[in-house]
């Protein structure tokens, strides 16, 4: 299937099982997405309130801070680092899986496992997602730890001594530091489409965590070009989309509170409140259809991919076969009878 093929079929896919839609967009929300969507509406605190809030602790591991004060910031990033892995992790692990599978059986693969048949099957699923997704997410944060402290520099550079006065802040930073923001673009592209080619392949075959995640790798390696569109093209759109629905969010919200502020309110006000909660209730319908057609583009893409490998059932769920044997989907399930279709 071409990759224009591909596109065409993932969003006749989510069309077709539009409740894909509020669930991509709990794994987006859950994944981060919640801070994008809320951040337009959120007045930030100013720099003299964080200074206030931060300040104390900093200045003490500046100054030589005892082992033991910097040891409490480590433990607490690490404990709140391990509930978010187990609860919100696992919450959006299990939308991501369920909308796999409702488009995996949109498209007709049918060697999907059935969760009826094996009620572990779910648990098991869930597992294995968020282990993929901690897994995939590492190499973004080795490149993440080496460009920090670049980034956090050229700051303080620009701050201090300014290259120029002419270009904002932003601007001047970004071309101090190219090469390492570049990396951290390439290695967040390679994380997050490993580890939804490897979610998927653990969802529609059954495959487990180190299969997956090698079948990921090698998807990136001999289709570098597909990968390249199936992560850009829908993460394009889903940015665009996210950008107008917060660009709408914040001047609705900025009228509103305009309104609301001004006097005693009045029936033009709470109209007003109504058409922001209905333009911003708009955005995340719009946000949750680019989610699934995004998610539906890497099932669609995975599912072609897996049909040229082949996986079996012939083993014990997961197995690769080493033998270089093209097939389709369909024909991964073996030749015995299938009872959940009625045959003998």
């Known amino acids: 299937m071409t990759l224009g093929a591909t596109m065409v079929a993932s969003?006749?896919?989510t069309m077709a099982r539009p409740v894909t839609c509020p669930l991509a967009l709990?794994?987006?929300l859950l994944r981060g997405g919640l801070v994008v969507v809320v951040a337009p509406i959120v007045v930030l605190p100013s720099a003299v309130g964080l200074a206030n809030v931060l300040g104390p602790a900093v200045?003490?591991?500046a100054l030589g801070g005892t082992i033991q004060a910097i040891a409490q910031i480590v433990v607490g990033a690490i404990v709140f680092g391990l509930i978010w892995l187990v609860s919100l992790g696992s919450l959006a692990a299990a939308a991501e899986a369920e909308?796999?599978?409702?488009?995996?059986?949109e498209e007709g693969l049918i060697s999907i496992p059935d969760p009826t048949l094996d009620p572990r099957l779910p648990g098991r699923l869930v597992r294995r997602i968020v282990v993929i997704r901690s897994l995939a997410t590492l190499p973004l944060v080795l490149v993440l730890a080496w460009a920090v402290p670049s980034l956090i520099a050229a700051t303080y550079r620009e701050l201090t001594i300014p290259s120029s006065l002419d270009g904002p802040l932003v601007e001047r930073v970004i071309s101090g530091v190219p090469l390492a923001l570049m990396a951290v673009a390439i290695a967040w592209m390679l994380s997050q489409s490993v580890a939804a080619a490897a979610v998927r392949a653990t969802v529609l075959v059954g495959s487990d965590v180190r299969d997956s995640i090698r079948f990921a790798v090698r998807l990136?390696?001999?289709r570098p070009g597909a990968v390249v569109v199936a992560f850009a093209l829908p993460s394009a759109v889903l940015g665009l989309v996210v950008l107008l629905a917060g660009l709408a969010g914040a001047a609705g919200w900025s009228a509103v509170r305009a309104a609301l502020t001004g006097g005693t309110p009045n029936f033009s006000d709470a109209l007003g409140v109504l058409g922001f909660v209905a333009l911003w209730l708009a955005g995340l319908g719009l946000i949750s259809v680019v989610a699934a057609w995004r998610g539906a583009v890497w099932t669609t893409l995975v599912a072609g991919t897996i049909g040229t490998i082949r996986a079996t059932w012939d083993g014990r769920?997961?197995?690769?076969?080493?033998a270089r044997v093209s097939g389709t989907l369909a024909s991964l399930r073996p030749g015995e009878a299938d009872p959940r279709r009625g045959e003998p």
């Open 11 to 13: 969003l006749l896919a």
């Open 26 to 28: 709990t794994a987006f």
């Open 59 to 61: 200045t003490r591991i």
């Open 99 to 105: 909308t796999v599978r409702l488009v995996g059986l």
């Open 220 to 222: 990136v390696i001999r």
């Open 317 to 322: 769920p997961g197995d690769w076969p080493r």
